[in-house]
């Protein structure tokens, strides 16, 4: 009988040892808690949503590492700039970043690895309108909301003596 | 003192535009006049009114004047040609309607005091249970009646402004036109620039502490595409124009930082939050050096 595959535990300090993290590290950021958000962004990215062509590179500015991808082939390019969640950052580096030319998106990287993205565009970008169908309401579909909440009180209040 | 290196009002306007008279009360900028509400609306500046029913007092649905104006509003009115602070009437005058005022507010006291012991008799009347004989009765109102205070700061002050003379009187416009701007002003503060530069591209503007910003901004321009999906009605009243805040939703929640002010990541967060729940745009809005405005767009990514 052929003895069972056993896999090998990755070491404690694999993310350390991995290839993206030391090319994001040999680009010298300016913090390394900066380094440590960029990296589990580029994991996100890559293995877990499967963006293609993401890549590294430092914004010269203002000495963060940024990413670049694709959501999937044809699709336009991204910058993402990923920082840790208790970091600040002022409106005029938000502006270098969206100089590069690309859609920006933001990634807040919180304490246990959560992962939040927002989207930041230059100018004023008008929000999509309520879906519809709309309709006002009548006095009669008034007079039906107002009888059912009514009703809904006193079932709660009967059932609650 | 008319400055003569200033040209006259009438050469720079028609005179038929009248001048707007801000009542400054504790350093809020408050207009009464119906004729500058109508004026300061056309402009396209929103303020916020304050004054209520007299037979409905405590209510936020249906107000009336005075208009409160923001501090970037009457900025932006005085920096213009229409607006001046309306003068008190001092010496004789001033002294005179002052000694009125006093005068109704006492007897507007005796009545009210009157008025409301007569509500705290019945108030107890109903609490009292049968229970309590007759006697008891008459003695705990007789207690009630000697020892009733109403005090002063419990008054309702009604203030009637269709009757208190506030129209519009011509004469009042020589003491405005005599009221030239302030010509060293303070350097406009960030609010202020994004203020005057988001009015001047059209858009309506109002205050947004309910949603944690600065300003609420309305679509202004009628070839914004969004208000076409609302529902309009074939004419619309004058005095209501494309993106005013009666007819629409406001499209944006302004937020005014300076351009180096450092924000955090988590305020960034919990703002764009808020927006994408109210279904609005958060807009973070810093001038930048040659006077122009720099904008950007916060918007939820769609990636869950």
Redesign the interface.
Same mark, same amino acid.
């Given at each position: 009988m052929s003895a069972p595959l056993v896999e090998k535990t990755p070491p404690a300090n694999w993310i350390l040892q991995h290839p993206a993290y030391r090319q994001m590290e040999a680009l010298e950021p300016a913090d390394r808690a900066q380094l440590h958000a960029a990296f589990l962004v580029y994991m996100d990215l890559t293995e877990v949503r499967r963006w293609t062509e993401v890549s590294c590179m430092k914004s010269p500015e203002l000495r963060v590492i940024l990413l670049e991808g694709k959501e999937k082939d044809g699709a336009p390019v991204h910058t993402i700039l990923p920082l840790p969640a208790h970091q600040s950052l002022s409106h005029s580096s938000i502006c270098s970043v969206l100089d590069r030319g690309f859609p920006v998106l933001l990634c807040a990287v919180a304490s246990d690895s959560t992962l939040v993205y927002q989207r930041l565009t230059d100018g004023l970008v008008t929000p999509d309108p309520p879906v519809g169908p709309f309709q006002d309401l009548d006095r009669r579909q008034h007079r039906k909301r107002r009888q059912h909440s009514v009703q809904q009180h006193r079932e709660k209040t009967r059932s609650k003596s | 003192m008319e400055d003569l290196s200033v040209p006259r009002r009438e050469e720079l306007q028609p005179d038929s535009s009248p001048v707007v008279g801000i009542s400054v009360c504790d350093s809020a900028p408050l207009i009464w006049r119906v004729q500058d509400l109508k004026v300061v609306r056309s402009g396209g500046l929103v303020g916020a009114l304050l004054g209520s029913l007299p037979r409905t007092p405590r209510q936020n649905g249906r107000l009336g004047r005075p208009l409160l104006l923001l501090p970037e509003e009457e900025r932006l009115l005085r920096e213009g040609p229409g607006a001046a602070v309306l003068p008190r009437p001092g010496g004789e005058r001033g002294a005179e309607l002052k000694r009125r005022f006093e005068e109704e507010q006492t007897s507007s006291q005796e009545e009210q005091s009157v008025l409301a012991l007569q509500d705290r008799k019945a108030a107890l009347l109903r609490a009292m249970t049968s229970s309590l004989t007759e006697e008891a009765q008459q003695d705990r109102l007789g207690a009630l009646d000697q020892n009733f205070v109403f005090p002063r700061s419990a008054l309702a002050v009604q203030l009637s402004t269709a009757r208190a003379g506030l129209h519009y009187c011509p004469e009042a416009r020589s003491f405005l036109e005599a009221e030239q701007p302030i010509k060293t002003q303070p350097s406009p503060s960030s609010r202020f620039q994004v203020f005057r530069d988001l009015r001047g591209r059209g858009f309506f503007l109002t205050s947004a502490g309910k949603f944690g910003g600065d300003f609420l901004v309305y !679509?202004g321009e009628p070839r914004?595409l969004?208000c076409l %999906?609302l529902?309009l009605p074939p004419v619309l009243p004058p005095l209501v124009s494309s993106g005013d805040p009666l007819r629409f939703h406001a499209?944006?929640i302004a937020v005014c930082?300076? @351009?180096? %002010? !450092?924000?955090?990541?988590?305020d &960034?967060?919990a703002v764009?939050r808020l927006g994408s729940n109210v #279904? #609005? =745009?958060v &807009?973070?809005c810093?001038p930048v050096a040659d006077g122009d405005v720099?904008? =950007? @767009?916060?918007?939820? @990514?769609?990636?869950v």
């Amino acid at each position: 009988m052929s003895a069972p595959l056993v896999e090998k535990t990755p070491p404690a300090n694999w993310i350390l040892q991995h290839p993206a993290y030391r090319q994001m590290e040999a680009l010298e950021p300016a913090d390394r808690a900066q380094l440590h958000a960029a990296f589990l962004v580029y994991m996100d990215l890559t293995e877990v949503r499967r963006w293609t062509e993401v890549s590294c590179m430092k914004s010269p500015e203002l000495r963060v590492i940024l990413l670049e991808g694709k959501e999937k082939d044809g699709a336009p390019v991204h910058t993402i700039l990923p920082l840790p969640a208790h970091q600040s950052l002022s409106h005029s580096s938000i502006c270098s970043v969206l100089d590069r030319g690309f859609p920006v998106l933001l990634c807040a990287v919180a304490s246990d690895s959560t992962l939040v993205y927002q989207r930041l565009t230059d100018g004023l970008v008008t929000p999509d309108p309520p879906v519809g169908p709309f309709q006002d309401l009548d006095r009669r579909q008034h007079r039906k909301r107002r009888q059912h909440s009514v009703q809904q009180h006193r079932e709660k209040t009967r059932s609650k003596s | 003192m008319e400055d003569l290196s200033v040209p006259r009002r009438e050469e720079l306007q028609p005179d038929s535009s009248p001048v707007v008279g801000i009542s400054v009360c504790d350093s809020a900028p408050l207009i009464w006049r119906v004729q500058d509400l109508k004026v300061v609306r056309s402009g396209g500046l929103v303020g916020a009114l304050l004054g209520s029913l007299p037979r409905t007092p405590r209510q936020n649905g249906r107000l009336g004047r005075p208009l409160l104006l923001l501090p970037e509003e009457e900025r932006l009115l005085r920096e213009g040609p229409g607006a001046a602070v309306l003068p008190r009437p001092g010496g004789e005058r001033g002294a005179e309607l002052k000694r009125r005022f006093e005068e109704e507010q006492t007897s507007s006291q005796e009545e009210q005091s009157v008025l409301a012991l007569q509500d705290r008799k019945a108030a107890l009347l109903r609490a009292m249970t049968s229970s309590l004989t007759e006697e008891a009765q008459q003695d705990r109102l007789g207690a009630l009646d000697q020892n009733f205070v109403f005090p002063r700061s419990a008054l309702a002050v009604q203030l009637s402004t269709a009757r208190a003379g506030l129209h519009y009187c011509p004469e009042a416009r020589s003491f405005l036109e005599a009221e030239q701007p302030i010509k060293t002003q303070p350097s406009p503060s960030s609010r202020f620039q994004v203020f005057r530069d988001l009015r001047g591209r059209g858009f309506f503007l109002t205050s947004a502490g309910k949603f944690g910003g600065d300003f609420l901004v309305y !679509p202004g321009e009628p070839r914004n595409l969004s208000c076409l %999906r609302l529902r309009l009605p074939p004419v619309l009243p004058p005095l209501v124009s494309s993106g005013d805040p009666l007819r629409f939703h406001a499209h944006f929640i302004a937020v005014c930082v300076e @351009s180096d %002010r !450092p924000v955090g990541v988590l305020d &960034l967060l919990a703002v764009a939050r808020l927006g994408s729940n109210v #279904k #609005k =745009t958060v &807009l973070l809005c810093s001038p930048v050096a040659d006077g122009d405005v720099r904008y =950007t @767009s916060l918007q939820w @990514s769609g990636m869950v």
